[in-house]
């Protein structure tokens, strides 16, 4: 039980606390979690339970309040919390950087832990324009991606996002100028595919690099493309010398139906971010790794140090429930379990594709998307979903679902009927 009366609670919540995309405090109503465990979130006051159609944002792979994810936490506390990592190591940021070394796509060799997915999206930024710097090559510093992106918040992730329409419109102007393909279509198309070689063709001599979010477009709109642009961004950048990067954060560890999204095309980025499912969604750790041809092509330079070191760079805590959550996944079969998700999710999303206001129903590995032909109206699509008992957020035009990889399958039929519904009334 919280020790503040739930009315307190919020009243005080109101006041004072920003939420992510919030209006000022005091313009929201969240729905205040007590506990959560499995795939279940248990709201306050005998609120009842919800299953949770959204992993904590792509994160909670194994549920909550996991056991062993428990332990590894408690075990690491009683050793130690925290310690720098300047001139400073430890086993646990050593194990998960071997970890996620052999179980990345062969090449990516050096890894950089930092403290949330967007500084790792600023970290692999910095590391390309770097290299360029290194090699004498200082013109190399711009960015080119493909619309539709989303990198993250802060400053250098914001400048690859989507321009138009998207979460930093009001930015436009002060952030970075970056180069924008169009973005990709859903099926192979070879004018697609010409499209992309002649603006990083046209653009190579000013290019640090190319930043992509690999077969699924998260928060910039859930949209699903061929892995086959994969293979043509990593021709491309080949042939002209312009480094690859891969935001897996949102894709990373199975969600796709392949460990990573990269996997699906055999393509090996220059560097890789993750984070989110990285720690099972216990603690905030994301890392960028990136191949031995990036890192000694930095130390090579005037300044031979890749110039980032957060506070909490390596935090022993999030480091070994990440080592567990990637023990958690390679034993017990995540392929199989995202396999029944997406079986479970195709069947359940199916009449969503009849509904009236519905544009287009896709999924893929444990990812299910309803597109409406109108904004959702949050509130009543939340209210919908909450009414049959899971937790969604709808937002722009989409009423989407990634559920943890432990849904069983009548929760998974329950959360595609929460979909149904939120997109019936949203
Ligand atoms: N890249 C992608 C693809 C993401 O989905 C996100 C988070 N939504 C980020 C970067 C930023 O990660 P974080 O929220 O941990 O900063």
Redesign the pocket.
């Known amino acids: 039980m919280p020790d503040l009366p739930l009315e307190e609670l919020l009243t005080l919540d109101r006041r004072h606390v920003w939420h992510p995309y919030g209006p000022m405090p005091g313009r929201q109503e969240p729905l205040v979690v007590e506990s959560a465990s499995g795939v279940r979130l248990r709201l306050a006051d005998g609120g009842g339970e919800l299953v949770d159609g959204m992993s904590s944002?792509?994160s909670a792979i194994h549920g909550y309040n996991h056991p062993v994810l428990n332990g590894a936490v408690r075990t690491q506390m009683e050793r130690m919390s925290h310690v720098m990592f300047g001139g400073l190591t430890h086993e646990p940021a050593v194990r998960l950087a071997k970890l996620l070394v052999d179980m990345s796509p062969e090449g990516l060799e050096h890894v950089f832990l930092a403290d949330?997915?967007?500084?790792?999206?600023e970290v692999a930024l910095k590391m390309c324009v770097q290299y360029w710097r290194s090699l004498g090559r200082p013109g190399k510093q711009r960015l080119l991606t493909w619309r539709g992106g989303?990198?993250?918040?802060?400053w250098h992730?914001m400048s690859v996002c989507d321009p138009e329409g998207g979460m930093h419109e009001l930015w436009r102007g002060v952030l970075p100028r970056q180069l924008f393909a169009e973005a990709p279509p859903a099926a192979y198309e070879e004018a697609y595919a010409d499209h992309l070689r002649a603006m990083v063709e046209r653009h190579a001599d000013e290019l640090a690099a190319v930043v992509v979010?690999p077969v699924v477009q998260?928060?910039g709109g859930m949209r699903f493309h061929s892995p086959a642009y994969l293979r043509v961004l990593r021709e491309v950048c080949d042939a002209q010398d312009v480094l690859l990067v891969f935001?897996e954060?949102?894709?990373g560890f199975g969600r796709t139906g392949a460990l990573f999204a990269a996997d699906h095309a055999a393509v090996t980025p220059d560097v890789m971010?993750v984070?989110?499912a990285l720690t099972g969604g216990y603690l905030?750790m994301?890392a960028a790794l990136c191949t031995p041809r990036v890192a000694e092509g930095i130390s090579r330079g005037e300044v031979p140090v890749l110039a980032h070191g957060p506070t909490f760079m390596g935090n022993p805590l999030a480091a070994a429930v990440s080592c567990a959550s990637l023990g958690l996944l390679r034993d017990q079969d995540w392929a199989s379990r995202v396999g029944r998700i997406e079986k479970g999710l195709r069947k359940g999303l199916a009449e969503a594709a009849a509904l009236p206001g519905v544009r287009d129903v896709r999924v893929l590995g444990a990812i299910g998307v309803v597109q409406l032909d109108h904004p959702v109206d949050m509130a009543a699509a939340t209210r919908a979903a909450v009414r049959e008992g899971v937790w969604l957020r709808p937002f722009r035009d989409l009423v989407y679902t990634m559920p943890p990889y432990v849904t069983e399958d009548a929760d998974v039929a329950r959360i595609a009927r929460a979909v149904c519904a939120a997109a019936r009334e949203g």
């Not at 949330?116 to 999206?121: D, E, L, N, P």
């Not at 989303?150 to 802060?154: L, S, V």
């Open positions: 944002w792509w949330s997915g967007s500084v790792a999206v989303y990198h993250g918040d802060t992730p979010e998260g928060a935001d954060i949102a894709t971010c984070g989110k905030t994301a």
